[in-house]
């Protein structure tokens, strides 16, 4: 679906779909973006729209897409959108391994932020440049029914690990700060386990 298609989001569903998802996360340790992870929420489209729980804005999730593409130059692996509020979440997904967050420096005390983080990060950053220069045009307003429409960003990379107290705290502090050209990014991880 490089496209909005029309979704209605069920609650008893997601929860059916939420199995699939703890299995995965049970039956391995890393996840890779393009064998594991992507093909999961193309198949869970509940689990899909379920994401846009983030953000507040998005009540109804009746549109959602794989592959998103943005105006023939990004494509973002899933967006999720409410089309009475205008609001999308455009969501990136990376792999899911114990060096997908942080990754040793050498002999500094400190982590360095991995690259698929940054990766991700850059790739929303291209997204919100995008959808800012194509604001104006018939096209954007025929996709998102609008021409001001309220986007958010999700970065999910790297699963609930060990992590020392400061690099949590590095992290929290990444997630709530995290916004560009007035739009929240938001980050997150995979969890061990459904509880």
């Given amino acids: 679906m ?6 209605t989001f ?16 049970r039956s391995k340790t890393e996840l890779s973006e393009r064998e594991d992870i992507l093909p999961l929420f193309r198949k869970n489209r509940q689990l899909a729209s379920f994401i846009s729980s983030y953000v507040p804005d998005i ?24 089309s009475t509020s205008k ?15 942080f990754v040793s420096a ?37 996709r998102f029914g609008a021409r001001h429409v309220s986007f958010h960003g999700l970065v ?13 705290i590095r992290l929290k502090w990444r997630q709530d700060h995290t916004v560009v050209h007035s739009k929240k990014v938001f980050g997150s991880h995979v969890r061990s386990a459904v509880p």
Avoid at 87 to 101: G, R, V, Y
Avoid at 156 to 167: M, T
């Fill in 2 to 7: 490089k496209t909005f298609a029309s979704h």
């Fill in 10 to 25: 069920s609650i008893e569903g997601c929860r059916a779909e939420l199995d699939a998802f703890d299995h995965l996360l």
């Fill in 59 to 82: 009540a109804n999730p009746d549109r959602l897409a794989t592959e998103y593409d943005i105006f023939g130059d990004f494509a973002c692996d899933l967006a999720v959108g409410d």
């Fill in 87 to 101: 609001s999308f979440l455009l969501i990136e997904f990376e792999d899911a391994k114990p060096n997908s967050l």
């Fill in 106 to 142: 050498g002999a500094k005390a400190t982590p360095e932020w991995s690259p698929r983080l940054e990766h991700g990060l850059s790739q929303v950053l291209d997204w919100f440049w995008k959808l800012g220069d194509m604001e104006k045009s018939d096209d954007y307003e025929n």
């Fill in 156 to 168: 999910i990379v790297g699963r609930d690990q060990p992590l020392q107290p400061r690099e949590k």
